[in-house]
């Protein structure tokens, strides 16, 4: 999988002293950079080729400041879309994990579109169980 | 249902010029405070009685700028944990789906605790069928 | 000035058990939506007429979970750019004052423009004398 | 200067395809992260010793997809406050600058204490002109 440590940022943190479920779905979508350049190397927003179809988070444990160990695979590749793996780790433990669905499309005539082979195969290095 | 209109705010955008998939648990984080006060009625953050165990979101439409009604159920009741189910609703179309499942849960010993009957009363009275 | 209220939404705290410092300038951000729509009446994403220059906030109490008052007018009005002065009010107490200064802006060429007539009259009918 | 390099996520633009002015407070709360260590080495919430009393950001070109450096020194240290600078710079082009005071703080007496001498050396330490 493809790992990447950041901060927990104070401002991911509630009252509750422990990080907001919301900031989950932002440290998965900052995860999946990676994965967004498969598709267009240069980050070009005016022909973003990707849309999100649905995600699902499971918060295991609670996450705290420090930092966090975000992995990424890839657990369903289809024919327009696939499905993104994800987990959040902090002090060797699971605290979160979850799927993400997107969708190869075209903005301009809002259609799903085949995922082009050459991508495919990259996605296909990332295959993982899922869980 | 629970229903309230909330204004899409510029931040909720994303660069796809519609609303960012991670504003959508922001907003039924946000939507859920009528089912909080069932369990703190002053939003005692000292005493918090809930925990976020898991959601999933289905993002059924692009949602933009503007107003939503962002609608909110149970669609589920067991002993100690309890699903919310909620939609965006923009212009007339359901434009995203979602289930959360919460904990009645003791910060201090870190375990869940049975739903109290005076709850359970207000969250039976807002099940719905989910989808 | 411009009034509204506005719920604390629980990701709006930090593990201070306050609102984070960092939520202040989304809600000054959304409550200058009225002014927006002076510019852009429809909320034009493709024509946006508005960018940000500077921004500066003072925190004067702590705000916590509950509801706020936005408080929004103007403090000055140039030929292509005008300052919006607002404050967040919560029991009564001035909790946070800012400033945002604006400029009516081209994003095609990336210049500036006078501000059209008769939205200058309705940024008029908002001013106010600051701090 | 203190400098770190960080991903612009897709959740930090908005529909004008640039980063949010938002986001800015979020990038540079962040950055102050080894200066919230000088006075709490382990990030302690339950004694968290700072409390901001004020920002100001200019935002000096637009910021878009890609990478940070977030440049972090301080421009002021007074006895129980300091302010600390800092800048946003992309492809060698400084994009956003601000300061924020903090103030050293008690929050079980709601009372500012006068900042340590060997946080007042390390704070010395990354003293800058500011502009």
């Not at 479920?21 to 005016?46: K, M, Q, S």
């Not at 973003?48 to 590749?77: E, H, N």
């Not at 005539?109 to 082009?116: L, V």
Request: proline share 4%.
């Amino acid at each position: 999988m493809l790992e990447e440590t950041i901060r927990v940022n104070f401002y991911d943190t509630d009252a509750l002293k422990h990080v907001s479920n919301t900031a989950i779905v932002r440290w998965f979508e900052g995860a999946r950079d990676p994965i967004f350049r498969y598709f267009t190397p240069d980050l070009d927003v005016e022909n973003w080729p990707l849309i999100v179809a649905s995600y699902k988070v499971d918060l295991l444990a609670q996450t705290f400041l420090g930092d966090v160990t975000i992995k990424t695979g890839i657990s369903r590749i289809g024919n327009s879309s696939f499905t993104v793996f994800q987990e959040v780790w902090q002090n060797g433990k699971r605290c979160a994990k979850g799927e993400t669905a997107l969708v190869h499309f075209n903005y301009q005539n809002h259609k799903s579109e085949p995922i082009p082979s050459s991508v495919r195969e990259k996605l296909e290095a990332l295959i993982v169980e899922g869980d």
